[in-house]
């Protein structure tokens, strides 16, 4: 495990873009942290402007500076095997591994999960992983919610790992999820175009956010069934919670998914405890061959077994 290191003074500069913007959100988004860590920072006087505590309401001047005293980076989760029953290996070669997770299991440890990870799960399986990236997360270059099932891919060795990581960022990889939302579609396909960032008051989401990081969810509708659509979807970028929070805000929010606003009596009646997402399709290129590689996964028993309870309602209208 990492040691905690000594709390670094870091001089902020406030880009024209954040003009005017209260200190706490135009920090908190510079500097890649959490709102409420900011406003902890400036409430124990840590942020400051020319020498002088500022408060939180206060706003940014354009290209003035702060000081700011970052706080302690807290130890790294161990790493620790988390073995899973039937890890299911889609493809395994000597430089990555592609697995098909299932529902309840993290892609990396992290504070506050105790439950399986992914990354786990491979290493108790007895496969390696690269020591790049982080500690916690070597050999993951993309990942899924604990809720979603499906594809992910993970690298063995420190050029497959730069390689994907390339891939991924520069979007020439293709990922195809299905889900299930509430209502029906109209248009029956199109594209969400809205940027994403976290809920300006609640850390734990993310949501649509004026100046947040660009999104784009492309869909179509596969099937309608009473109350709701069965989706495909394919990302043209991967923020975190995307297609979440996307039909969330178009008020279709995926079915199961209670953090995002979903009804639960759908869910219940449904039985089924987590939101409706399954990474179905994953294609990239093999980061030593070159060699296209595809790859498609089959809806887990939960869903399936949802998709014939809808089915049983609609024949029966």
């Known amino acids: 495990m990492k040691n905690v290191t000594e709390r670094e003074a870091k001089i902020v500069t406030i880009p024209d873009g954040l003009h005017n913007e209260r200190v706490d959100a135009a920090l ?9 860590t900011i406003v902890d920072l400036i409430e124990s006087g840590d942020v400051t402007r020319h020498g002088k505590v500022i408060n939180k309401s206060d706003r940014v001047v354009g290209d003035e500076h702060l000081e700011v005293l970052m706080p302690a980076q807290k130890a790294a989760p161990e790493l620790t095997p988390t073995p899973i029953d039937g890890l299911d290996v889609v493809y395994n070669d000597e430089n990555i591994i592609v697995i098909n997770k299932p529902a309840g299991v993290a892609a990396h440890p992290s504070p506050g999960w105790h439950g399986p990870t992914v990354i786990g799960a491979v290493i108790a399986a007895g496969f390696t ?29 420190e050029t497959s790992y730069s390689n994907l990581k390339d891939q991924f960022r520069d979007r020439s990889v293709t990922k195809v999820y299905h889900a299930l939302v509430q209502g029906h579609m109209d248009p029956a396909e199109g594209t969400i175009d809205a940027p994403i960032d976290r809920h300006p008051k609640e850390d734990y989401r993310f949501a649509v956010v004026l100046g947040g990081k660009p999104s784009v969810t492309h869909y179509k509708t596969l099937e309608y069934f009473p109350a709701v659509s069965l989706l495909e979807i394919e990302l043209e970028t991967g923020r975190t919670h995307q297609i979440r929070v996307h039909f969330a805000a178009l008020h279709h929010p995926l079915v199961g998914d209670m953090t995002y606003g979903a009804d639960h009596t759908i869910a ?10 399954h990474a179905k399709e994953l294609r990239f290129n093999h980061p030593i061959t070159g060699s296209p590689l595809a790859f498609t996964s089959e809806y887990p028993a939960e869903l399936t077994r949802t998709l014939a309870l809808l089915g049983h309602v609609r024949e029966g209208e």
Not at 29 to 34: F, N, V
Not at 132 to 156: C, F, N, P
Not at 268 to 277: F, G, I, M, S, Y
């Open 129 to 157: 992983v690269t020591t790049s990236g982080a500690a916690e997360r070597q050999g993951v270059v993309h990942r899924l919610d604990v809720g979603t099932t499906g594809l992910m891919v993970l690298a063995k060795d």
């Open 268 to 277: 219940t009646r449904l039985e089924l405890a987590r939101p409706w997402l």
């Open 28 to 36: 908190a988004r510079l500097l890649g942290i959490s709102r409420s």
